[in-house]
């Protein structure tokens, strides 16, 4: 199998076709992902929330995101493996931004990384970008900045939240990246960023106008339950399918049935 690269993301958009990106944290779900075509899998820092618990992505740390990172790159023979740079990792100043964007490269052997950041880290993408690193910049709703931006809001609506989202975008295009991740926002903000750009966008809860669509696979799936944003499209319900599974295992434990014949070894 062909190696999705980001030349095949750029050509998408080229040729008006979209591209698919889903959320792997693990060996297994990126060989499932993976076979099922999916273009691009994101080891997102949302593995604070989806995986660790925590109720932010603050807490999650550059080698935490490698460890995770490493399992997914062995499951995907396919699709491009984009990996986020964590809270702290990079904010300081471009040179800790390139040792961390190496780090995850050289560690995890992923092939891209994504950065939050706009107009104000635009320096740092350049020199992650001028260090050989393939960069998605990701802008609008930036989870590891939920405490300056007031909680989970929508960006872009109205005309000044839409020309500051556009002028992230455009900073990030300019620091050299090959896409864009637009999250929560308005979808005539994603439409005028999508064509503003010559680089892809992809969205999460963003419309229907970005050449990519991204979502948390534990969400999409169902596996995690409660109230879902708006932008989510649950596809199956993972966790009922669970929990039914391991009731039947418990009750069959405390009758008897489980182990059977067939279970147990003999001679
Ligand atoms: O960490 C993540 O899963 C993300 C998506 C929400 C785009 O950044
Ligand atoms: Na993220």
Redesign the pocket.
Known sequence: VKRVRTLHLQRAKDAGEKFTMLTSYDVLTAGIFDAAGVDVLLV???LGNTVLGHGT?LPVTLDEMIVFASAVVRGAQRALVLV?LPFGSYEESPAQAVRSAVRVMKESGAHAV?I?GGVDLAEHVAAVVRAGVPVMG?VGFT?QAEHALGGFRIQGRGDDAAARVLADARAMQHAGCFGVLLEMVSEDAARTVEESLTVPTVGIGAGAVTTGQVLVWQDMLGLRTGTMPRFVKQYAQLAGTAREAVSEYVADVRSGAFPAEEHTYRG
């Open positions: 997102g820092d949302s992505t986020d994504k939050e990701h989870p």
